[in-house]
């Protein structure tokens, strides 16, 4: 593991802590060299399905890919990274128990809808905005109108 900050690869780990349901290993790391401090996550490797995109191109999974658009929908929004984390390892653990080979970037999008409106429903619209390109600002006030009705039956 290089270190960050003087890129030195020989470090020691001060803390190892397993995530809330056993599948990341967190671990702080201190170089030897320079004594910046660091956070590594260890996770096992496995194999995902590839993502079948709109225009029909296929792509490996790509965790990082998510996160960057939850941080995008969460961004000044009390949403721990740990929760957006959870997703997506939520949305990992889905794909796994699937079991297919190749699997629609619609159906990913709708999971991380799925879990954003129970986290937090302001960062929900930001990302369905996005990904279903509101053309207008009606279809952004009806999304937000289905989302206070199924609030209220609940």
Same mark, same amino acid.
């Given at each position: 593991?290089?270190?960050?900050?003087?890129?030195?690869?020989?470090? =020691?780990?001060?803390? $190892?802590?397993? $995530?809330?349901?056993?599948?990341?290993?967190? &671990?702080? &790391?201190?170089?030897? =060299?320079?004594?910046?401090?660091?956070? $590594?996550?260890?996770?096992i490797e496995d194999i995902l399905p590839h993502v079948v995109k709109?225009?029909?191109?296929?792509?490996?999974?790509?965790?990082?890919?998510?996160?960057?658009?939850?941080?995008?929908?969460?961004?000044?929004?009390?949403?721990?990274?740990? +929760? &957006?984390?959870?997703?997506? $390892?939520?949305?990992? =653990?889905?794909?796994?128990?699937?079991? +297919?080979?190749?699997?629609?970037?619609?159906?990913?999008?709708?999971?991380?809808?799925?879990?954003?409106?129970?986290?937090?429903?302001?960062?929900?619209?930001?990302?369905?905005?996005?990904?279903?390109?509101?053309?207008?600002? =009606?279809?952004?006030?009806?999304?937000?109108?289905?989302?206070?009705?199924?609030?209220?039956?609940?």
């Amino acid at each position: 593991m290089r270190c960050p900050f003087c890129s030195h690869i020989e470090d =020691k780990v001060i803390d $190892s802590r397993q $995530s809330k349901d056993g599948d990341v290993i967190r &671990r702080r &790391r201190e170089c030897l =060299k320079c004594e910046g401090r660091f956070t $590594s996550y260890e996770r096992i490797e496995d194999i995902l399905p590839h993502v079948v995109k709109k225009d029909g191109s296929r792509q490996p999974f790509n965790r990082q890919k998510i996160l960057q658009g939850l941080e995008k929908a969460c961004e000044k929004r009390p949403i721990s990274l740990e +929760d &957006r984390e959870g997703l997506v $390892s939520k949305i990992e =653990k889905y794909l796994y128990a699937n079991g +297919d080979k190749e699997i629609p970037s619609s159906m990913i999008g709708e999971l991380i809808m799925d879990g954003l409106k129970e986290i937090d429903q302001v960062a929900y619209v930001r990302f369905a905005s996005v990904y279903r390109q509101f053309k207008d600002i =009606k279809e952004f006030i009806q999304e937000i109108k289905d989302i206070a009705y199924n609030k209220k039956k609940s």
